[in-house]
């Protein structure tokens, strides 16, 4: 069971990484492959690209069902 704030609408990769237990390699390839979450681009002081990846809550209730806890 996850709890969450009913007022949290968007989480981040390491938010749903703690809150389900899914590493976040395994969490990034789910997302890819089962077309989950999307990738917020956010300029760094460098100039350069960081991505972002975010997640709704009905993205982290099919991560839920989809990936168990990583043992790694």
Known sequence: MVKVKSSQKI???MEI???TGICLEHLHGLARKRHLGFIARADEAAGKQ???WLF???D???LVMLHPC???
Request: proline share 0%.
């Open 11 to 13: 989480f981040t990769d």
């Open 17 to 19: 990484a703690t809150l």
């Open 50 to 52: 960081a991505d972002q």
């Open 56 to 58: 709704t809550l009905s």
């Open 60 to 62: 982290l209730m099919v």
């Open 70 to 72: 990583c043992e790694h």
